[in-house]
């Protein structure tokens, strides 16, 4: 331990932190002992335990657990006010999910096709609890008093005093020396004139005051369609709608328009719109004994489309268009607008009428759509959905084409796909129902006009619909892999479709593609980017591959890939369904982009769009597939993928039908419109192949001794030679033979090297563990190095030649230069470091001409436990050698500057357990990376 620790301390001074997480892996053995016993059933539990610790998932998810129910919560004064309204906006999401149509609702919403219409006006009782009774604010003279009222009356002048009087059950009201004024049925008003006129008779040059005190209660019955009926407790001051809140409020099946308030006999109609600002009524109080019924809601019109608030109303009496669209608001355009009426006819079928007018008479049970397109009147209609702008049903006899359903490119909202739309009809033989599709680029210019029949429904998709089709979601489920969205319904039915049919009918989603194995598991990648584990940007990068890269790789990604691709927003994202048909419905929102709207209301459409596809790949700006209607031309696919990339050279299109053969054609100045005549269809790859681009992908970093360090872009093939001279050459201080030259490719194969060897010297020692006459404390101190050996981060180090006069004479040791290489010269150190089991570990002066056993000796010499045979030289250059004389202290090795001695421990504890030569084998590997780390650190 003593060892260890001055080793460590020795560093400390001349190398980070992570010199001595190496060190530590490689003098971990002074923990075993040569004492040899039988070993403890309790050691090997606890062995298992710290070896199995890391790859156990459920002991991660519990420590994650009892670290998360150490969290303390914010207090309720620290929320913000903008946190509070998120959280009520949230709650609200989360309410409407759970949210159950009327009977009312659900029936116009089939009809319009809105699924977020609503009965108008029940929102009054959602939180308010009734009235508590207490008299606040003014009261006008109008009040009418009744026995239980309380007058407060003041006399002021030749007599000062007060007195609070109330209302007798006879109807009388006494106050002092006054003579009784009859007060019930009479207004607060007239009785403080009579109480006036008492004082001027009976009490001289005294002035009188009157206000009301406290109110009489009053006890009504509340019954018909209300959450609650039965009888309540009110004040005079309440009316309907206090009694109604107490009652819970009126249900969806309820009127709010044809509420009964009896009183002796005598019915009122009360209209609770006027509370809503729809009309006006009298406030009418309640008296003892009112009886309130609310009857069963009356007729109803539903208003949708472009208006203020769309919403079912229900109508008082008879109504016209004009006043029915005053409920909604009125329309969004002030003019050049349609409106189209749903309408049940005499026979139960429904009819489309357009009014003449907004005067025309409105029909209980209509629909009132106001549409900025075309509306018309038939017996058949046609439902458009999707990426529009007016979505929703249409009459049959005004949008014979889908040219006239649209309205034109006008209709289409910003980022429509345009090869290819859905058309689902009624096979008129079968009834059965069919996918047809269309190329809305021909139908809006009439090239090839569509025909739409009777109970057709078209949709229309977005850019962002058909990005989902090729996003590593959709991807892994089409390979056999686990859904990794399975909140997504249209993904979920993709799933038991792709489990059920086994088929190539979706094979066009992985034509581009392989699979890999990240961490165990096997990932979708496409193009070879999830190999590589570079930072490249594209929406066909699988979770999991984004999962296994560096933080700074994910950070370089577009903000669009990190927000689709982070797990912790993924996680956090909710979805509104009210918004599905919105007219300013955002696809791009991190709330609406994890699953499609028109996939999650019909999931059908996913599976046919995959199957109407072609791929596309090379040189383009998206690649992936692209459904289309029947045949298509290049150039209008390319243009769909987002065109060829720019500054690309020489491109070319290679073409492999599904049937025939292959074909090539070349794009003269990557122009797209070169190929309009070369047809292509479904099930076809295209591809745009270019010459590679000049430069690499990364940029090679110079630190250390150069005229000019920094970070440098290179073209493909550069050797470093010629970067070093395009960076001015090395400094007079410059130390080539102590460069550190690294790779992200081979840190990668290190690492991997270093995981490997843990994993197998893992198996080995749970397997020798077991066997009797093992010494346990070995056990112990061997499964401690494998555990420091997994957690040893590779430097990724190549010897390399760095001194430009040798590279000059020797082309054949200059490197090619690859993006991510880095480079540092250090200064010509002064010394060299002794390390290992010697008595002082740390920097001894170097002196030409010394040998190794100088060197220790300057150190303390070696301790009595170290291994004389095994002692290695690091050189500055990175790479190692033994010194292999049976008698290295007469060795005779050269020693440069800032070279590196280890001196191993003896392995002898660890003979019994065979794994002897694995776990000198650790040395080997842990020898440059030690000798890298000391030179690096004094870069700083």
Known sequence: MAIVRGASNAVHALAPRAVQGLLQASFILCFAFPAVAQV???????????????????????????QSDRVTLPATSQITSEERELRRQQSRIQLDSIYLPSPVERQYRERLGDPALRQFG?????????GSGSVTGEVSDGYLLGPGDELVVTFQGATNSSHNARVARDGRLIVASLPPIRAAGRTLGSVRTSLAEATRQNLLGTDVFVSLGGVRSATVLVGGEVERPGQYQVTALSDVANALALAGGVRKAGSLRNIRLVRGGVTRIVDLYALLGIGTAPRMRLQDGDRIVVPVVGNTVAVTGSVARPGIYELHGSASVSEVLAYAGGALYPRGYQISISRIGEDGREIFVRPQGTAAAIWSGDGVQVLSGSAGAALDRIVLAGHVRNPGPRALSAVPTLADLIGGSEGLRLGTYMPMAIIIRRNPVTGMRTYEAADLRSALDRSRPVALRGDDRVYVFSADDIAFLNSSATRQIILGQENPKPQCFALEKLESLVADTQSPRFNVITRGTITVER?????????????????????????EAMNARPMQDFEQLPRADREQNDPQRNDQRQYDPRQRNAPDFDPLSPRNIECPPVFEDVPELLPVLIEHSVSVGGAVRRPGAYPVASTISADTLISASDGVMANVRDPVLDISPASGAFMRYEMLNGQEAQLANVIVSAGDDIRVTANNAAYEAGAVLLTGEFNSPGLYTIRKGERLSELVARAGGLSDQAYPYGAIFTRRSVREQQQEGFQRTARELNTSLLALAAQENVNGQSIVAAGELIRTLSETQAVGRMVVEADPRVLTQRPDLDPILDGGDTL??????????????????????????????????????????????????????????????????????????????IVPKNLQPLRTLGIVRDVATIFGQLATAVASVAILADRN
Do not use: C, M
């Open 40 to 66: 403890d059933p309790r050691v090997i539990e606890q062995l298992q335990g710290r070896l199995q610790g890391t790859q156990d998932p459920g002991a991660q998810v519990d420590r994650a657990r009892e």
């Open 122 to 130: 029940y929102d009054l009782f959602r939180v308010s609890e009734g």
């Open 519 to 543: 961490e165990g598991r096997d990932v979708a990648a496409s193009d070879g980017r999830a190999l590589t584990g570079a930072g490249t940007s594209g929406s066909d990068q699988s979770l």
């Open 824 to 901: 540092h010269i250090p200064k010509k150190p002064t010394y060299v470091l002794a390390l290992g089991d010697v008595s002082n570990p740390g920097a001894v002066q170097f002196q030409p001409g010394k040998s190794v056993s100088e060197y220790v000796s300057e150190a303390g010499g070696t301790q009595s436990t170290a291994d004389d045979g095994r002692v290695f030289l690091v050189l500055p250059n990175g790479s190692a050698q033994p010194v292999r004389s049976s008698f290295w202290r007469r060795s005779n090795a050269v020693v440069p500057p800032g070279s590196t001695i």
